[in-house]
């Protein structure tokens, strides 16, 4: 079992052993990304990992008919980059910084070395990349199938159930999320957002505050999101 840490819950740092997270930390070298700034490039060759520290991206991938679906949402304490790094095909997706993030930036041969020093991060490796896959899975159609309000709950349902940190009143999400940027992840502008999460709050859904959103009643949110 994972001892607890400081990590967003769920998140790849928050399920290592202290010894495994030490030792990632210090891996690769640190860069900074500036908001809107492609971080992984859909297509390219490249088979680095990027260890997420403060940071709050997107993953998108391009669809035939010209337009881009969200795949999904990463923050600090994941890593994206591991399909191509595992496979060494070219990347699958884009990886797009939605704030200012920091990062360290880990060769290939760096992590392969790290895996097989700690089996358990491995083993947590699978477990994210099916989480991914399967998230993708549900995400795949929703850009182009679905209202901005379906779109919005899905997305704030997923966040309660991959970081949230349940609480008295409810699952809190205090992943520093401006409603601007909660409404470029599920692709509408900001004044859409205010109003679709105005009216979560309304019926009791979700509570906000500076930049935090506690899901109130997560059966109606999930109901919201089928």
């Not at 923050?75 to 699958?92: I, K, N, Q, T, Y």
């Not at 159609?141 to 704030?156: H, M, Q, T």
């Not at 999320?177 to 909660?182: I, N």
Request: glycine fraction near 10%; aromatic fraction near 6%; hydrophobic fraction near 40%.
């Amino acid at each position: 079992m994972a001892v607890p840490s400081n990590w967003p819950a769920g998140t790849y740092l928050d399920t290592l052993s202290p010894a495994g997270r030490t030792t990632l930390l210090g891996l690769g070298t640190p860069r900074t990304f500036r908001r809107g700034e492609v971080m992984v490039r859909e297509g390219d060759r490249s088979d680095h990992v990027v260890l997420l520290l403060q940071a709050l991206v997107k993953v998108t991938q391009a669809l035939d008919n010209g337009r881009v679906a969200l795949l999904n949402i990463k923050v600090g304490g994941d890593v994206v980059g591991e399909m191509a790094f595992l496979s060494g095909d070219p990347r699958s997706a884009t990886v797009t910084a939605c704030l200012d993030t920091r990062a360290r930036v880990v060769p290939a041969a760096q992590f392969q070395r790290y895996l097989v020093e700690f089996p358990d991060a491995n083993l947590a490796l699978t477990r994210m990349i099916m989480n991914t896959l399967r998230w993708n899975q549900q995400r795949r159609v929703d850009f182009n199938g679905y209202p901005a309000s379906v779109r919005l709950a899905r997305v704030l349902d997923h966040l309660a159930e991959a970081y949230g940190r349940p609480g008295p009143g409810g699952v809190s999400l205090r992943l520093g999320l401006t409603q601007g940027e909660l409404g470029s992840l599920v692709g509408v502008e900001e004044d859409t957002a205010r109003r679709e999460l105005r009216a979560l709050r309304d019926r009791g859904v979700i509570s906000m505050g500076y930049r935090v959103i506690t899901v109130v009643d997560r059966a109606v949110l999930r109901g919201m999101a089928s």
